[in-house]
Nanobody
Framework: QVQLVESGGGFVQPGGSLRLSCAAS????????MRWYRQAPGKERELVAG????????HYADSVKGRFTISRDNAKTTMYLQMKSLNPEDTAVYYC?????????WGQGTQVTVSS
């Protein structure tokens, strides 16, 4: 049974930091590219960051470059998103996604709220 379970979301003040985790099970984690998406109220889901299966290639949305860092630990079958200098525009539900064509798996999401 495939599972992606996000954790680490919460409420943080502007300028603060959070670290999201995505624990994976039920598939060969090391063979999948991993991505973080987010969806704010009333907006489409957008790609935030992605990493290749062995971690050698990463990409980021322009809005988070220099502030967010994606990483993965294939031994622990877990992906992370370190978020710094958070601002209210980062408020959204954050989802992890595992992709290896034709398969694509999603987590249930974790809420991040940035507000003073």
């Amino acid at each position: 049974q495939v599972q992606l379970v996000e954790s680490g979301g919460g409420f943080v003040q502007p300028g603060g930091s959070l670290r999201l985790s995505c624990a994976a099970s039920g598939f060969t984690f090391s063979g999948y590219a991993m991505r973080w998406y987010r969806q704010a109220p009333g907006k489409e889901r957008e790609l935030v960051a992605g990493m290749s299966s062995h971690g050698g290639v990463t990409h980021y949305a322009d809005s988070v470059k220099g502030r967010f860092t994606i990483s993965r630990d294939n031994a622990k079958t877990t992906m992370y998103l370190q978020m710094k200098s958070l601002n209210p525009e980062d408020t959204a539900v954050y989802y992890c996604n595992a992709v290896s064509s034709p398969n694509s798996y999603w987590g249930q999401g974790t809420q991040v709220t940035v507000s003073s």
